[in-house]
């Protein structure tokens, strides 16, 4: 809607018919718990603090921007998951979400597997120590040095994405003596977004072998054949920041309907599923991420009632959360830099990092909150947009959102739930220095990855 067509109208008119902000928050110092880390508060000096260190101090030791982890709220969260599933189940952490050795050796003490997509997720988790039987390898184009080092060390499943891959692996695996634990990674037809999944015969997406046509049976039929492969299970990941259990519905499903028809067809039952992650998080307060035991509940009557009705034995459930488990725990730590309020329309905050550590906002038209963090403020709600400090008119953080109008360059400002898909995506735009992660724990801050410096940069650059 064109501001002229409101001349005398709201300030905020642009934004409510974007839908984002209807009002402003009615206490811009609350920090609502169901966006931020679980140690986060604030003092009764105003400012904020994570495991029991305030901003202040840690962006004086640490610098900004960064990315302030709770290592109790992950692990807590990672142990939620473990207990909601129970011992009859197994929880992959997705490493794509973020991965350093630190993570791996939190999700090894708490109990859960890890997935990895790439070489170098593979490396990390190993050199952390994560035993290579609760690793599982995926993605869509796997090297051939990828499935060579994943199977000589022995992890514990390979994902098959495609009727080539079959081969290769089996292959691979048979002229390295051994013989490889594999699921086969299907698309049931299901879209899933964030409040809704809509239920598709095709798919058109790069991932998996559609249950369609018989495409999937097709591929458990030449996996089966095979020597080098022990085809365990089958896999479906549905889409990501999902809160409607309804698309995981039909996926368990139409899976356990596949195992039916594989029993029948081979005699034999595969005795693993696995039903991916896409578990939705709150980026603000609109959004009511449901809790692991919920989900867990669910999952579970889906599958055994499905396998009742097909007289199969209930196969061994797993799931694979990423942003659910690290999303929630982490806030990235920005200093203002400039203030320019344009006049009827809205304030630009800039800051010191922006797209080159949160990709998100311009890649997804993603949402977040913000919070001034380094002092409490009574001044009135000015709506502002968040942006970085890139040469890119799309380099915004929080596109929507109300600061007090008293904000002034120097002040701390952080954007909560930033754990999952930012450091992981963070880039060297305009040779950014991407940001450290700090661990911060019971009053000890530590870094779990360091921050970039030019040397870094400078060590790449070999002409
Ligand atoms: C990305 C991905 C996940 C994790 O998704 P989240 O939204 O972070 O939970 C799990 N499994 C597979 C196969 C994925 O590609």
Redesign the pocket.
Known sequence: MSRSAHPAGPRHADVLTEGHYTAPPADLNALDPKVWAHTVSRNEDGVVSVGGIDVATLAEEFGTPAYFMDEADFRARARAWRTAFGHDADV?Y?G??FLSRAVVRWLYEEGLNL?V?SGGELTTALSAGMPADRIAF?GNNKSTEEITKAVESGVGRI?LDSFQEIVRVAHIAQSLGKRQRVQI?VTVGVEAHTHEFIATAHEDQK?GIALADGQAAEAVRRALALDGLEVVGI?S?I????FDMAGFEVAARRVVALLAAVRDEHGVELPEI?L?????IAYTSEDDPRDPHEIAKALNEIVTRECEAAKLQTPRIS?????????PTAFTLYEVGTIKPLDGLRTYVSVDGGMSDNIRTALYDAEYSVALVSRASDAEPMLVRVVGKHCESGDIVVRDAFLPADLAPGDLIAVPATG??CRSMASNYNHALRPPVVAVNDGEARVIVRRETEEDLLRLDVG
């Open positions: 992959f997705a794509k979400a997935d997509c995926h994902v990674r991932f896999h990941h889409g990501s920041q999902i696995d991916g992650g896409g578990l939705g799931v694979e959360p990423g942003r659910a488990i690290v999303g999952a898909y």
